[in-house]
Nanobody, 124 residues
Framework: VQLQASGGGLVQAGGSLRLSCAASRRIFATMGWFRQAPGKEREWVSAIRSTGTNTWYTDSVKGRFTISRENAKNTVYLEMNSLKPEDTAVYYC????????????????????WGQGTLVTVSS
């Protein structure tokens, strides 16, 4: 099973990027995005259920980021708007075959599969 994250890059503050995470097989029940800034621990960003109707976000990105999925393409997206320098990080997609209870969505240990990461750099 492979998760391939892409879409990172360099953008000015206030700009936008869309990250993609393509899975090598059928879509997983729960998929999420994490990020890790230099010198910091990995941080949960967002998660989405298989139906796409249930989404969750960490407070710092609410209203700016949107997670979505296209099951026909086994792909999850993270649309990032109004980017800030503090959003600079390597972004990782993660997945689990089974359902993750809501209280564990922000726990990296709940996810079984991880992508390689894509770097997002936001300049001030």
């Amino acid at each position: 099973v492979q998760l391939q994250a892409s879409g990172g890059g360099l953008v000015q503050a206030g700009g936008s990027l869309r990250l993609s995470c393509a899975a090598s097989r059928r879509i997983f029940a729960t998929m999420g995005w994490f990020r890790q800034a230099p010198g910091k621990e990995r941080e949960w960003v967002s998660a989405i259920r298989s139906t796409g109707t249930n989404t969750w976000y960490t407070d710092s990105v609410k209203g700016r980021f949107t997670i979505s999925r296209e099951n026909a393409k086994n792909t999850v997206y993270l649309e990032m708007n109004s980017l800030k320098p503090e959003d600079t990080a390597v972004y990782y997609c993660a997945a689990r075959d089974g359902r993750i209870i809501q209280s564990d969505l922000n726990w990296a240990g709940a996810y079984e599969y991880w992508g390689q990461g894509t770097l997002v750099t936001v300049s001030s």
